[in-house]
């Protein structure tokens, strides 16, 4: 199993509504890509102020390096990046295997 | 829910032999802290260079945000701090809740 986690910092121009768009069209990419075996996200609720100016926490669950391999060049995840990128003002991705250490 | 997104990057002087350690008293921790709810990690093996130089990624669960606002100033969580701080280049923390949006 390979966790996929993903950090979205705004570009000061992007609207509300543009954010709106851009959670959806990642969540209708998890229902679109069979590779992605588990998705969840949500919005930075944390108190520490350690955020770094993400607001945004996407969690991509993939079977296997293979599977997250496949995904990353896949065309509808390309298509997505596109959406996602002029509104970007950074982006954070780690990836980790959960398993090896509990 | 909440998840608790902790990644750090270590400062160029600390030791495989310290990471080590600071991995294992957070594995600890988790035994220890009855707030904790879940607890996985890793160390990153994403391939698309943009982890900002985090090579550490744990995920904490916590059944509400009480139990993350009772989590922090543990004493044992202080502990834990204490024993990492010398050693970060770097620290970043993201929390949300990840059923508003399933």
């Given amino acids: 199993m390979l966790r996929h986690v993903v950090l979205f910092a705004w570009e000061d121009k992007t609207t509300p509504e543009k954010i709106k768009e851009i959670e959806q069209a990642f969540m209708d990419l998890a229902q679109k890509i069979n ?3 588990d998705f969840e996200w949500g ?3 944390s108190t520490e102020n350690l955020a770094h100016g993400f607001t ?19 065309r509808e995840h390309k298509a997505f990046v596109d959406l996602v ?3 970007m003002k950074d ?12």
Wanted: hydrophobic share 35%.
């Fill in 35 to 37: 590779l992605i075996h």
């Fill in 43 to 45: 919005t930075d609720v």
């Fill in 56 to 74: 945004h926490c996407f969690l991509v669950t993939f079977k296997s390096r293979e599977d997250r391999d496949a995904y990353l060049p896949h």
């Fill in 85 to 87: 990128k002029p509104y």
């Fill in 91 to 102: 982006v954070l991705v780690i990836d980790y295997n959960p398993g090896v250490h509990r």
